[in-house]
């Protein structure tokens, strides 16, 4: 399906390149890393047939050029770029259903619990929160050593470290309009490998939200957070087709169990509310 529109939201210190596909209710899809809105191409395509779906390059990422410095703090501003996004689209009051991966799930997760009564539906893919983890501070060194490593040897070297958290395979090769691999390195792994999701404001709208892993990376480390967040807002924990970008890699069989879900989902019995 072809682009149906696209264009620049001017937000504070930047420009947000955005492109929407389909008609009907409001599916925002959130990419992670040094993703843009290439990478959801094809899901965008096949979910286009339920949803009207918008997808983004985040700021300072391909065609969302900064008009300032770097986000910081990184979080509030692309939570804040998002609702910016949802709204100018929506409408100031305008509802819609979200999808995250990666870092891009830690921005659907702080929607929710910044704007909950905006959010519908929030479905998160393996967000790199790794101060879950019990093993935290060994995750935080090894974060820390890979960006000494980009700053001392380059790209390559860097994301050649990266491996380890994906099992011990290379990080993924995706489709993007610009290779971000230097920006995400210098200003989105550490800051959002350190995010710690708000999971007091989350466990009152815990009914709304999904937690999802892929079937081939349940065990990697970027993912054993998603099962940590899930246990402690007592939601189930949702297996999703392939790997840690299986949006990506497998489109059709991933955008068949998002529609499931958001079709068919109802709240959760074991969920709590403060």
């Given amino acids: 399906m072809d682009t149906l529109e696209n264009g620049l939201l001017p937000v504070p210190g930047a420009r947000l390149y955005f492109e929407v596909r389909g008609t009907g209710p409001l599916l925002l ?3 992670g890393g040094a993703s843009d809105a290439e990478v959801f191409g094809p899901l965008a395509d096949e979910l286009a047939a339920h949803y009207r779906v ?5 700021r300072g990422i ?6 300032g410095p770097p986000p910081e703090p990184w979080l509030d501003v692309q939570a804040d770029d998002a609702s910016r996004l949802l709204g100018h689209l929506a409408g100031p009051d305008g509802t819609g259903r979200v999808f995250g991966s990666c870092a891009g799930g830690l921005v659907a ?7 909950p009564h905006r959010i519908l539906w929030a479905v998160v893919h393996e967000p790199p929160a790794m101060g879950l983890l019990p ?3 060994r995750h935080a060194a090894f974060f820390e050593e890979v960006y000494a490593t980009f700053r001392r040897e380059g790209v390559p070297a860097a994301l050649d470290r990266l491996r380890v958290v994906f099992g011990g395979r290379p990080a993924p090769v995706l489709p993007e309009a610009t290779d971000n691999s230097a920006f995400f390195l210098s200003h989105v792994m550490l800051p959002s490998t350190r995010c710690l ?12 939200v999904v937690m999802a892993a892929g079937r081939t990376s349940r065990t990697h480390d970027v993912s054993r957070p998603t ?27 991933f955008a068949a169990r998002l529609v499931e879900l958001l079709d068919g989902i109802r709240p959760s019995p074991t969920a709590t509310r403060l």
Avoid: N, W
Wanted: no cysteine; charged share 30%; glycine share 4%.
């Fill in 197 to 208: 999701p708000d999971v007091r404001a989350l466990t009152a709208v815990a009914d709304r």
């Fill in 135 to 137: 093993d935290a501070e």
């Fill in 109 to 115: 997760l702080e929607l929710m619990a910044r704007i």
């Fill in 227 to 253: 099962a940590v967040l899930a246990q402690r807002l007592r939601r189930e924990l949702v297996e999703f087709p392939g790997g840690h970008v299986g949006y990506a890699k497998q489109p059709a069989r």
């Fill in 29 to 31: 899809l959130v990419p």
């Fill in 62 to 67: 391909s065609r969302s050029v900064l008009d």
């Fill in 54 to 58: 918008v997808s983004y390059d985040p």
